[in-house]
């Protein structure tokens, strides 16, 4: 069986688990998604779209990897305080291969970006799955540890720009984006600055604040996320956070694209991709 083949399978398997309201595809911890029968009784056509678009189609895409496509979802279900489906995707996010100690991160990021009330609905979620995979607290992060090296440069620059623009209106804001966001948080090294940078512009983008989107769409590319899989991001998102968001943030990231050098793929052709397959949607 190869990767596409195997990959295709198990989305599939995913597909028929969420419809049906059963556990995810490792059988364990719950679920509370609605049955098939459920939400066709209520509309037909959200589950033909459900099970032959979202799950077909876009779980099976490959420009993102099913762990990726979890971890965006997890971003963009707590940034919208979305709970119906909280367990199942967090059951599908760890047989996708995020680590326990990853989602506890995820989760103590949104805090700061997606809103503390938030992340405190997650935490509840989360402790259910689990405890019911008995997931305990020696697989999780230390609430203190040794941080990533600071680049102190990018660092100093950041926070003069912050301090010369909003110092005088709110002190206090700039002294925590400092002192928690930067200088902690983004340190902390259960969780790859990739994946950080991955689940803020998700969760920035699910919640409509396309206006912090460029800083941290381009921290996104630095840190390793590749315009392809940027571009992906916005055609999952399209369906987890609606159309209305992820075409107020096109503009923005075709901005950020069309500034930052084409990236070469190993066949030599420069790629230039503002999420493709989204456009010829409408």
Do not use: C
């Amino acid at each position: 069986m190869n990767a596409f083949t195997a990959t295709a399978t198990l989305i599939m398997l995913m597909a028929t688990a969420s419809v049906h309201g059963q556990a995810s595809a490792s059988g364990k911890g719950i679920t509370t998604m609605q049955s098939l029968d459920d939400v066709r009784a209520v509309a037909p056509a959200l589950e033909k779209y459900g099970q032959g678009r979202l799950f077909g189609e876009v779980w099976r895409r490959l420009d993102l990897s099913p762990r990726d496509r979890s971890v965006v979802t997890m971003a963009a279900l707590i940034a919208r305080n979305q709970p119906a489906e909280m367990q199942y995707h967090l059951n599908l996010a760890l047989d996708n291969g995020v680590k326990p100690g990853e989602i506890s991160e995820i989760i103590t990021h949104l805090a700061f970006y997606a809103g503390w009330g938030n992340a405190m609905a997650a935490v509840s979620h989360a402790q259910e799955v689990f405890s019911g995979r008995s997931i305990k607290a020696d697989q999780l992060p230390p609430a203190t540890d040794k941080p990533l090296p600071l680049d102190k440069a990018a660092e100093a620059q950041r926070a003069a720009r912050v301090e010369q623009d909003f110092g005088a209106v709110s002190p206090g804001v700039v002294q925590y984006t400092a002192e928690v966001l930067f200088r902690d948080l983004w340190l902390r090294p259960g969780l790859a600055p990739r994946d950080r940078s991955l689940i803020t512009v998700s969760a920035l983008i699910a919640s409509g604040q396309v206006a912090q989107v460029p800083y941290h769409l381009n921290r996104a590319m630095d840190n390793g996320l590749t315009q392809p899989q940027a571009s992906e991001m916005l055609t999952h998102l399209a369906f987890y956070a609606g159309w209305p968001n992820v075409f107020s943030a096109l503009p923005v990231a075709k901005s950020v694209f069309d500034k930052r050098p084409l990236q070469q793929p190993s066949n030599g052709m420069a790629i230039s991709s503002h999420a493709p397959d989204l456009l010829k949607a409408i």
